[in-house]
């Protein structure tokens, strides 16, 4: 049984007091939580402060992005140490946002994922395709190119979550049918099978792309959704909190 997941990405948004007031509402809010796990990213300016209100509680902690270096010069950048030094246990890796605006590839996404399992971080490696691949009917092409090339050279799943987000989904409104999305995921899924056999049956397989409170619920009913990876809807206490009260 895959415990489900439901990640908040909060992307560039919230000063420090505002990620702190959101944490704390979150955290009152999931105090009773039997199941599954929460999850929010913040700003890195607000990882320490966000950890510090979190904890006794059990949502966990992540940084949006990381480097696959320990140290160094590397100006702007962020070490998995560091993540770990503030807290964090899960890295978002290969976001949608991040291959687009900063030019991060198939190969740069299984070094940050290769690193932060050797530092012993959770990578939730993001993949999913545009509207244009959609409709050049190059879905499965493009996210088993994506799955295979995040995760080349790892031979151990345990640690790894796959988001699938197709890119038209993620801050559209248009969320994927619950059918599109378990057709995406049942393809990974049988990926997951024939490069690491039975241990993929145990990876959770998160989907992302304007999952809100009143969508999220024929989503999760579907046979390998294992939770979601929100934007938006996890702004705002009462939609995330909505998202999670939805959750088996
Ligand atoms: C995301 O950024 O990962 C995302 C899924 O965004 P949204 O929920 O806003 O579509």
Redesign the pocket.
């Known amino acids: 049984m895959r415990k489900w997941i439901v990640a908040g990405?909060w992307?560039m948004h919230n000063t420090i007091a505002e990620s702190v007031a959101l944490a704390r509402t979150v955290k009152e809010g999931t105090a009773g939580l039997k199941s599954g796990e929460v999850v929010v990213a913040p700003p890195f300016t607000a990882l320490t402060s966000v950890g510090e209100a979190l904890k006794g509680s059990s949502v966990a902690l992540a940084a949006q992005n990381m480097y696959c270096e320990d140290k160094g010069a590397y100006t702007g950048e962020v070490s998995p140490l560091m993540l770990k030094d503030v807290g964090c246990t899960y890295v978002i890796i290969g976001?949608s946002?991040r291959r687009k605006y900063f030019i991060e590839s198939d190969e740069t996404v299984n070094l940050k994922a290769k690193k932060a399992l050797a530092t012993g971080l959770k990578p939730i490696v993001?993949v999913g395709e545009t509207d244009g691949e959609r409709n050049k009917g190059v879905t499965e092409a493009v996210v088993g190119r994506q799955v295979r090339g995040a995760l080349a050279d790892i031979d151990k799943l345990d640690n790894v979550v796959i988001?699938y987000?197709p890119v038209w989904?993620?801050?559209?409104g248009m969320v994927a049918t619950p059918a599109q999305a378990e057709d995406v995921h049942d393809f990974i899924r049988r990926l997951l099978v024939e490069i690491y056999g039975c241990m993929a049956a145990d990876v959770r397989i998160l989907y992302?792309?304007?999952?809100t409170k009143d969508n999220i619920a024929e989503l999760i009913a579907m046979e390998d959704i294992d939770g979601a990876?929100?934007?938006?809807?996890?702004l705002k206490a009462d939609g995330f909190l909505g998202i999670i009260s939805k959750m088996p």
């Open positions: 990405n992307k976001h946002e993001c988001a987000e989904a993620i801050g559209t992302g792309g304007s999952v990876l929100v934007g938006g809807a996890s």
